[in-house]
């Protein structure tokens, strides 16, 4: 990459954050002070910190690599903001509460931040729990029906049955059946993430190679051996595949379940806002959820990543 191509790149982003901030003042006439005085700062405060950062990538050769990477996409999201505040804040073209200026809802992540954080706690405790119960239930499920011939004859048909009806369906029975709100969301995440990684166990389990354990058996290896060092091993791909898609069904069961019966978590702060057309608080706890959420998952790429280290360079995620 050429000298000036490198320097368009690193410019991206303080150019977004002054157009941003440009057109933040030009149309922040109707926001209420609170809310101009936060966003300038916020949008300040990624300019100076974009202008500090491109003077100093020389020396830091680190920080130069993830401005090349991250300053477009960054820059593209400031432009958003941008566009999004002149539509709102500038021409009105979109319907209020419904949709806010953007510095309405950062003044809402800031004014709601100690709920926020404490609703995002009791989410976070609920899905760990549900999502942790789902992933050893289906994989001590998965390996006995994937392995085992009798399992399997008894266990498919259940997974037929049950496995496709959505998790969310269950609410109205598991709101009768446990005594706790909290226990009945638990067990719906579990029953989400459940189906997705049984499945994916044992088609990972049935379709490990013949050689594999021809070889296994004619070294000596016992039924555990060829189960847990031959076996699970090898269907490993396929297991995070159902981890994967068990992680997507939790959230969504999360979300339904905290509008539902449990008094706390983002979906119930989400439902709240909501009811109170709130809309700023609304657009908040989507923007925490998507952060939170998103953690999650980069936090599993990186497990998968490191537990297949063997597989880099044979297959492309």
């Known amino acids: ?13 303080p150019v977004a954050a002054s157009l941003a901030l440009a057109v933040h003042l030009r149309v922040s006439g109707g926001e209420s002070a609170a809310e101009t005085h936060s966003y300038s700062l916020f949008l300040g405060g990624i300019l100076g910190a974009s202008l500090a950062a491109a003077a100093a990538h020389r020396a830091w050769r680190a920080l ?27 021409f009105r073209w979109l319907p209020m509460p419904y949709f806010p200026s953007p510095a309405g809802v950062l003044q809402s992540l800031l004014d ?5 954080l404490d609703s995002a706690w009791h989410s976070l405790a609920l899905l760990l729990g549900g999502y942790a119960l789902g992933v050893v239930t289906g994989l001590v499920t998965g ?17 037929k049955v049950v496995g496709p009806i959505p998790a969310t369906a269950w609410i109205p029975l598991a709101m009768v059946v446990s005594p706790s709100a909290v226990f009945s969301a638990v067990g719906l995440i579990a029953l989400a993430v459940w189906f997705p990684v049984t499945m994916l166990t044992v088609s990972g389990i049935s379709n490990t190679r013949a ?67 709130e809309y700023g608080k609304v657009y908040a706890a989507l923007i925490i959820m998507a952060a939170f959420f998103s953690t999650i998952m980069t936090l599993l790429f990186k497990l998968r990543d490191r537990v297949l280290v063997w597989q880099k360079g044979t297959i492309k995620w």
Do not use: H, N
């Open 112 to 116: 709601d931040r100690v709920l926020l």
């Open 64 to 90: 130069g690599s993830w401005m090349r990477e991250m300053c477009p996409i960054l820059a593209a999201a400031l432009l958003l903001l941008a566009i999004w505040e002149a539509v709102t804040s500038g």
């Open 1 to 13: 990459m050429s000298a000036a191509s490198k320097l368009k790149i690193l410019a991206a982003l």
């Open 143 to 159: 390996v006995c029906i994937g392995w085992f011939a009798l399992a399997r004859y008894w266990g498919m048909p259940i997974l």
């Open 211 to 277: 050689s594999f354990l021809d070889v296994a058996r004619t070294l000596g290896a016992g039924r555990a051996y060829l189960i847990f060092r031959v076996a699970i091993p090898a269907a490993m791909p396929s297991v995070f595949i159902g981890l994967f898609m068990g992680l997507s069904a939790s959230f969504l069961t999360l979300v339904v379940a905290e509008t539902v019966g449990v008094k706390s978590g983002l979906g119930w702060y989400l439902s709240w806002a909501q009811g109170w057309a």
